[in-house]
């Protein structure tokens, strides 16, 4: 089973700032990445697919990159509604495994 | 537009059996697999494994591989999760999603509280 590890666990940001979330995987799963967004009480939302390509409707403000092992979510500019827990998953072996989660509050 | 909807909330006892239901909407049934995935309570997230509603074939996370049956109904546009003998740890909001062929799941349910208790 590929172990997904994101980091920080938490980050504290100020809204307008730049937030960088990483996602490590324990073998190369390719771009087969996916990066989601949680609220509580809420389903996750897919955010990217492919490493880097938004999905439908989510803002330009969140971009992703990396391939292999090494994976960023960055959110360029903080906005109120992005507080939020955001996950990483692979796709390419099974079982699909996601990490951990990093909680993104507001400082 | 495509739309999960799953049966509400159950709470269980220890031993006993809970099946969860997920309804489509708004797209071709038989084109994407449907996965499950679970959250205990203030935790991450765990697949379970996924059914492909076009030709019935499935595959079970092997940590469930025992316990949990998926079964999907085409006329009804239904997907069903079953899982049996039921541990205090199963207490968890259970989700179905979309997942095409290699790739993150575009659409959830709303997910299921099963709650295990004695």
């Known amino acids: 089973e590929i172990v997904m590890t994101q980091s920080p666990a938490t980050l504290s940001v100020s809204p307008g700032e730049r937030a960088t979330l990483s996602c490590r995987a324990s073998?190369?799963?390719?771009?087969?990445l996916a990066w989601y967004q949680q609220k509580p009480g809420q389903a996750p939302r897919l955010l990217i697919n492919g490493a880097s390509t938004r999905a439908t409707d989510i803002p330009a403000r969140f971009s992703g990159s990396g391939s292999g092992t090494e994976f960023t979510l960055t959110i360029s500019s903080l906005q109120s509604e992005d507080f939020a827990v955001y996950y990483c998953q692979q796709y390419n072996n099974r079982p699909q495994t996601f990490g951990q989660g990093t909680k993104v509050e507001i400082k | 537009q495509v739309q999960f909807v799953q049966s509400g909330a159950e709470v269980k006892k220890p031993g006993a059996s809970v099946k969860v239901s997920c309804k489509a909407f708004g797209y071709s049934f038989s084109t994407y697999a449907i996965h499950w995935v679970r959250q205990a309570p203030g935790q991450g997230l765990e697949c379970m494994g996924w059914i492909n509603p076009g030709n019935g074939n499935k595959i079970y996370t092997e940590r469930f591989r025992d316990r949990v049956s998926f079964t999907s109904d085409t006329s009804a546009g239904t997907v069903y999760m079953d899982l049996s003998s039921l541990r205090i740890e199963d207490t968890a909001v259970y989700y179905c999603?979309?997942?095409?062929?290699?790739?993150?799941?575009?659409?959830w349910g709303q997910g299921t509280l099963v709650t295990v208790s004695s």
């Open positions: 999603a979309r997942g095409p062929t290699y790739s993150g799941y575009d659409f």
């Open positions: 073998q190369s799963v390719g771009s087969n």
